[in-house]
């Protein structure tokens, strides 16, 4: 073999080395499509930490227990002084003879709600702060201190009756609802009346309590 035939012999091996391999090439080809797929994958731990996060800001509810008759909105604005309450925030709920069975809270935030408990845990260990819904909120009825229950109305009262009870109060005429309730004590017929303010509730109750009705004494409570 010529020496010039050695040499083209040598640099066609040469070429066929150097060519790159089929496989390997298509194996880095598709490596950055998968490390880009794993990439763009939610974390799914992450997703659902946020989901279960309790947020710091916004309403919150809470129900107040062990409370009694003589529990006033004032008495737990004082008691969860520095939570930022109003009357408006508080709702007491009552049982169907219109006694107080608790007092649902609405808290600005969640950070008031936590003062409240502390509070509580400080200087009102009788009461019991539970955590509530806004669902919870809505159907407790918004007496707001404007609304009086006159319980005692004797059974033959008419309406006229108790209007002649109620005389020389400004209230809500509409509003007047007679109804009968079993009490422990009985069948006791019992009157809702509206007024179109507070200090005029007030002084229904202050004039009426313990009044006559056709003979009957009434006596007259101050709804919250």
């Known amino acids: 073999m010529s020496q010039l035939s050695?040499?083209?012999?040598?640099?066609?091996?040469?070429?066929?080395?150097?060519?790159?391999?089929?496989?390997?090439?298509?194996?880095?080809?598709?490596?950055?499509?998968?490390?880009?797929?794993?990439?763009?994958?939610p974390r799914l731990g992450s997703s659902e930490d946020q989901f279960l996060k309790t947020p710091s800001s916004g309403l919150v509810y809470g129900k107040l227990t062990n409370i009694t008759k003589y529990t006033t909105r004032s008495d737990m604005i004082n008691l969860l002084e520095g939570c930022n309450l109003n009357p408006e925030?508080?709702?007491?709920?009552?049982?169907?003879?219109?006694?107080?069975?608790?007092?649902?809270?609405?808290?600005?935030?969640?950070?008031?709600?936590?003062?409240?408990?502390?509070?509580?845990?400080r200087k009102g260990r009788l009461f019991n702060l539970l955590r509530a819904d806004k669902s919870q909120w809505d159907v407790v009825a918004p007496y707001d201190g404007k609304t009086i229950l006159l319980t005692g109305i004797p059974r033959n009262a008419l309406i006229d009756d108790v209007e002649r009870f109620l005389s020389g109060c400004q209230y809500d005429s509409t509003?007047?609802?007679?109804?009968p309730r079993q009490t422990y004590a009985g069948l006791v017929r019992m009157a809702l009346v509206r007024f179109p303010s507070k200090a005029l509730a007030m002084h229904a109750y202050v004039t009426k309590n313990r009044g006559f009705c056709l003979n009957n004494q009434v006596t007259v409570q101050v709804l919250h």
Request: net charge positive; proline share 5%; aromatic share 8%.
């Open 6 to 41: 050695r040499a083209a012999l040598k640099c066609s091996r040469l070429m066929k080395t150097a060519q790159p391999n089929g496989r390997l090439l298509s194996t880095l080809v598709v490596a950055p499509k998968l490390f880009s797929t794993e990439a763009a994958e």
């Open 175 to 179: 509003s007047l609802e007679i109804f």
């Open 89 to 121: 925030n508080l709702k007491v709920e009552y049982n169907r003879i219109y006694l107080p069975m608790s007092m649902m809270v609405e808290f600005p935030s969640r950070s008031a709600y936590d003062a409240a408990l502390r509070a509580i845990g």
